[in-house]
């Protein structure tokens, strides 16, 4: 939450004892919250979570007997301590504005979180709370770039700081495969069973992925405690869905006109919520699909369809609009989308690159999918900044995107809107200002190499493909260079003059 202005409260502020004076139209917690018990303790507590997972649980907490999933949330950097003093000021309650396209506003109040600790201020007490008997799931949302994968191989990176870090501080952790390797120590050590590790990011085969990460991890410093995580912990892999942008100070001069009381940290999300995970717990899982039959999650034998389908069609999609949109000027999602170029670009590139390498999707419709899918990046009432979306697009493109294009190269599909996109990267990460001028606030962790790779073309065309760590070997696929080149020279030609939209229009008609 950036830019957010802290109001001069009049307002009483949101607490457990204002529940009972709300009006009746807010949705409130209807259980005793005094009686949860944490039995999920959520690492990574972002608008995402707080409008997705605690959601869920804070509806499944409305039916009796479900008392021991509360959700205690960590936040393993000093940065979170702005959400720490809040959520504590509020009684770890908050505010969800649904906003529907038509204008429709509900607001709930969300209570399944009881707790929230921060790891900076006692590092112990974050292991210990891991290691606590009643914790049966530990779940994450730490972003695809906090698991510690070299996007081109695959594999775990054991050079990064933080993780060299760890490996020689083992009680003293920064990472959250230190913190779950320490709790996991101690549980095996105290005879306590293993908790889940559930992964809520936007990754193929999350579950897979953390298990693998965390286990190469762990290796390298005590392998009987790797056999023990390898036999007794459960990842499930899971599909998350919820646009959710970063709250402003709209949403929080909302509450109070609107509803009376002060929020310091409310979230604001679409209407549309989806959850698929594979039912495969180590003690156990809240009943979530129970907790409402119209928003409930889905529980399947296997999520990789689902996965894949919502990376390469809504995280994809979001990176297409975001990108582009980012060097036309564009400032929010729904911008681009309303620009019939830009629809009608992401749709091609939908049809065309992406619904190709789909598997089947039991009981979906893709065409519908994909209708609603757009109608969801033009809600008004969303405004999903551009920003947010290119925000570390170098942990983002290639998962959402370069694993599409390799596949359609294998079998000799067109990649020509995917290249376009990589060289608007390009253009944008040498630039770093849209067609007008105006200086891109790019946010990623590898902005630095992004920008000096960039920068060296166009006298040497190639440069920002051949970053090995983003792109593997894509440099030596002939189809893809050659697409590429062309998509660099229109952009660098005519951007800055005419905008990005003649050289997308011209490849929808060529
Ligand atoms: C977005 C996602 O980060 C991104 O680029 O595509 O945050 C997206 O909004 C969520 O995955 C929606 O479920």
Redesign the pocket.
């Known amino acids: 939450m950036n830019n957010i202005k802290q109001s001069h409260i009049e307002f009483p502020r949101l607490k457990q004892n204002l529940l009972p004076q709300l009006p009746a139209d807010i949705d409130v917690p209807t259980y005793d919250r005094t009686q949860l018990k944490a039995g999920i303790v959520h690492i990574g507590v972002g608008g995402?979570h707080r409008a997705?997972q605690a959601v869920y649980t804070n509806e499944l907490l409305k039916i009796a007997g479900n008392e021991q999933w509360g959700i205690c949330g960590v936040g393993l950097f000093e940065n979170n301590r702005g959400l720490s003093e809040i959520l504590a000021a509020q009684d770890y309650l908050y505010t969800v504005i649904v906003r529907h396209p038509n204008g429709e506003i509900e607001h709930k109040i969300v209570g399944s979180m009881i707790d929230f600790l921060l790891a900076p201020d006692d590092k112990q007490k974050v292991i210990d709370k891991l290691a606590h008997p009643d914790t049966k799931i530990v779940s994450l949302t730490i972003?695809?770039g906090g698991y510690n994968i070299n996007p081109a191989t695959g594999e775990f990176n054991s050079q990064s700081a933080d993780i060299v870090h760890d490996i020689n501080q083992p009680t003293d952790p920064k990472t959250t495969f230190g913190f779950l390797t320490a709790a996991l120590k101690q549980r095996k050590e105290a005879g306590l069973p293993a908790f889940t590790v559930m992964s809520c990011d936007?990754i193929q085969h999350n579950g897979d992925m953390t298990k693998k990460m965390l286990l190469a991890f762990i290796e390298l410093t005590d392998s009987e405690l790797a056999t023990w995580v390898n036999e007794q912990v459960c990842f499930p892999n899971s599909m998350?869905?919820?646009?959710?942008p970063q709250t402003t100070a709209v949403e929080l001069n909302h509450v109070e006109q609107q509803l009376g009381f002060s929020d310091q940290w409310p979230i604001t999300c679409e209407p549309f919520t989806?959850w698929v995970i594979e039912d495969n717990f180590s003690q156990g899982c809240p009943k979530w699909q129970l907790a409402d039959e119209k928003t409930g999650a889905q529980f399947v034998d296997n999520v990789a369809p689902y996965e894949k389908m919502?990376l390469r069609l809504?995280?994809a999609?979001?990176?297409v609009l975001?990108i582009l949109g980012a060097v036309e000027g564009f400032s929010t999602i729904n911008e681009c989308v309303q620009d019939p170029v830009f629809k009608q670009f992401l749709r091609v590139y939908l049809d065309k690159e992406a619904t190709p390498t789909l598997d089947e999707v039991k009981g979906v419709d893709l065409e519908a999918y994909k209708n609603d899918l757009i109608e969801r990046f033009a809600n008004p009432n969303i405004k999903?900044s551009v920003s947010?979306?290119?925000?570390?697009s170098s942990a983002?493109i290639p998962k959402?995107i370069l694993e599409t294009a390799s596949q359609n190269l294998a079998a000799q599909r067109d990649v020509r809107l995917a290249a376009l996109l990589i060289a608007a990267w390009c253009w944008y990460s040498d630039r770093q200002v849209d067609r007008y001028g105006q200086a891109i606030n790019i946010q990623d962790e590898m902005q630095k190499s992004l920008h000096l790779n960039a920068a060296k073309t166009p006298q040497d065309n190639l440069a920002f493909i051949r970053q090995a760590d983003l792109f593997g070997d894509l440099i030596n696929n002939k189809a893809f260079v050659n697409a590429y080149i062309k998509a660099v020279h229109h952009i660098y030609a005519t951007a800055t003059q005419s905008g990005i939209k003649p050289i997308m229009l011209n490849y929808l008609t060529e």
């Open positions: 995402f997705h972003t695809e936007n998350v869905d919820r646009i959710t989806q919502k809504l995280n999609g979001h990176s975001g999903d947010r979306i290119c925000s570390e983002k959402f």
